[in-house]
């Protein structure tokens, strides 16, 4: 269970994910997943840092069932080029028809 200091970033999260509905979706195709929501949200503050385009939303239960951040882009290349940089690790997945498919990455600790 997520500790409680990081509640306020998962409702800021399910209101983004909950915005985006009403848009029309998530905006994006890729979807980064982090070992931990710490690691996820000094994620989203170095891509903000980097001005990078990304949306931000609680990772989907498809990709991992428990609390999460997620990142979501629509071109990968550069934020992945960011966040191994500094050292960030991550899974990521693209958004199909059929689903969620796993691109690179794997946290053996959260299986």
């Known amino acids: 269970m997520a500790e409680l200091k990081y509640l306020p970033a998962g ?3 399910h209101l ?10 998530v905006p994006g195709e890729f979807y980064f997943h982090f ?7 000094k994620a989203e503050a170095i891509a903000r840092a980097h001005r990078l385009p990304f949306a931000s939303i609680p990772i989907p ?3 991992y069932p428990q609390c999460g ?8 290349d550069r934020l ?5 940089k500094h050292q ?8 199909t028809k059929e689903g969620f ?3 690179e990455g794997h946290f053996p600790f959260l299986d």
Do not use: N, W
């Not at 960030?88 to 958004?95: A, G, H, S, V």
């Open 80 to 84: 992945k080029k960011v966040l191994i």
């Open 101 to 103: 498919q796993k691109v």
């Open 11 to 13: 409702i800021r999260l």
């Open 61 to 63: 239960d498809e990709i």
């Open 16 to 25: 983004k994910k909950f915005f985006y509905k009403l848009r029309g979706g």
């Open 69 to 76: 951040v997620g990142l979501v882009v629509e071109e990968a």
């Open 88 to 95: 960030i690790q991550f899974e990521l997945y693209r958004r």
């Open 35 to 41: 070992p931990s929501i710490p690691v996820g949200l």
